[in-house]
């Protein structure tokens, strides 16, 4: 009952934001949508906009980042993060784990998949490792010129629901790297990428079986689930969508919220993603 009221509440705004809007508006909406997006997945390296977040570093662990797409990947890092793919992820899909493995292999080799790679830094310097990867950039993208691979991210710009989001498709770390801060290092990376690129919401699916990532996102990241999540349309599932928001009208589309939500749609709030201190000890677990 609560998820029909709830799906009664999203086409109520649905329905009045429509009615708001003649149709040359909505086409001219849609219109700049698309353009957001094309300019987004037309941008060459979306990492070079964040030069602070090139490296990570702990008391424990050292790192640096690496932009790539999914048609220009080598060899040995396609193997890499299929087989860090499999091993975080089987346990959480179980029997659905080999068709879902074909259809994620796919995926992860389009020209459309975005990613951020993170290499550790063994007696080098972070800099100097840096410069170096992307002087192999040409080259490939494999892990003998740049280091050792120990994380990834796969990241889409996409379009749901009519609003533009960067959608998460994976967020896979080594069981070691674990536990240090590097999730929600990423995610905030993640989440500048998103504003900065104009994009309304970053968006990711997870696995109701992986509650370690569960609570990650939703108590640590403050994440909330969508209103496309199957559970909030009384569909039965074995994940949730969830999503964060950066404008009102993201909110009252993405969101489960009530209709007075967007009674005044012309007063949206500016969010700002605030840089949070990152405890040792706090785990990131993978995304689906």
């Known amino acids: 009952m609560e998820a029909e009221k709830r799906v009664a509440s999203s086409k109520k705004a649905e329905n009045y934001r429509d009615k708001k809007m003649t149709r040359k508006e909505i086409l001219e909406k849609k219109r700049k949508v698309q353009e957001i997006t094309k300019a987004a997945v037309s941008k060459k390296d979306p990492l070079s906009s964040f030069p602070s977040f090139h ?3 702990t008391k424990d662990l050292s790192v640096y980042l690496d932009s790539g797409r999914g048609d220009n990947l080598s060899s040995s890092v396609k193997q890499y993060i299929q087989n860090l793919l499999k091993v975080n992820m089987e346990p959480a899909y179980g029997t659905e784990w080999p068709e879902e493995e074909k259809v994620k292999r796919r995926q992860m080799v389009s020209s459309e998949a975005r990613y951020i790679f993170v290499y550790e830094t063994v007696n080098a310097d972070a800099n100097i490792m840096f410069k170096l990867s992307k002087k192999g950039r040409s080259n490939a993208d494999g892990t003998d010129d740049k280091g050792h691979l120990v994380a990834f991210v796969h990241y889409r710009f996409t ?8 959608y998460v498709y994976e967020l896979q770390l080594e069981h070691r790297v674990q536990g240090k801060g590097l999730g929600k290092f990423l995610m905030l990376l993640i989440e500048l990428i998103a504003q900065k ?4 919401a970053v968006v990711l699916t997870v696995q109701k079986a992986n509650m370690t990532a569960m609570n990650f996102y939703r108590n640590k990241l403050r994440y909330l689930i969508s209103i496309m999540s199957p559970s909030q349309m009384g569909l039965q599932s074995n994940y949730e969508i969830l999503c964060k928001s950066f404008n009102y009208e993201a909110k009252a589309v993405l969101e489960i919220t009530e209709y007075k939500v967007i009674q005044n749609p012309s007063c949206e709030a500016s969010y700002k993603v605030l840089a949070c201190q990152l405890d040792d000890n706090e785990t990131c677990e993978e995304v689906a």
């Open 159 to 166: 379009i749901e629901e009519e609003i533009p989001v960067l």
């Open 55 to 57: 490296h990570y570093n």
């Open 197 to 200: 690129s104009k994009m309304s």
